[in-house]
């Protein structure tokens, strides 16, 4: 299986998995020359509000992937990228997160989706629903599930 481009999907509470995201894809993509797409999806409530917040014209707002290049956790994810010399390219979308992530992942040939999740009960699973596992069961590559180091009294 050739490796060409990867997707890792970063959302607003992965914070506490960015190291082992970054490591993944830099082992990854290093190893296979593959392009990563850094891919942040805003609801557009969270869009207007960092165009807001960011100090930008709301008449005029940036293209999303201006707003996804601003964001902390994206920023970190690509010096780790660059220092790792992985070519790279950030892209940001508005709308529902599952849809966006694998619309993006179709239209870019993605070889392989990196998403982050976090430790669920069956019940909550069943209650809300789990972006993560919609994406993993409708994606058209594979699906590496990234979460953060997880201690043995979780």
């Known amino acids: 299986m050739s490796l060409d481009v990867l997707t890792l999907a970063v959302g607003p509470d992965d914070d506490a998995r960015i190291e082992e995201m970054a490591s993944l894809v830099c082992d990854i993509a290093g190893a296979t020359g593959a392009t990563v797409f850094l891919l942040h999806v805003f609801s557009q409530s969270a869009y207007d509000e960092g165009v807001s917040e960011a100090g930008y014209d709301p008449d005029d707002p940036p293209p999303a992937h201006t707003l996804a290049s601003r964001l902390e ?11 790792a010399g992985v070519e790279h390219r950030i892209r940001g979308e508005i709308g529902d997160v599952t849809d966006s992530i694998i619309s993006v992942a179709k239209e870019t040939e993605t070889d392989m989706l ?28 594979p699906v590496t599930f990234v979460r953060q180091d997880v201690t043995d009294d979780e």
């Open 114 to 141: 990196f998403v982050g999740g976090r430790k669920r009960s069956p019940t909550g699973k069943a209650v809300f629903g789990s972006t993560s596992h919609r994406v993993l069961m409708n994606a058209p590559c």
């Open 73 to 83: 956790s994206i920023d970190r994810i690509s010096l780790a990228l660059d220092e």
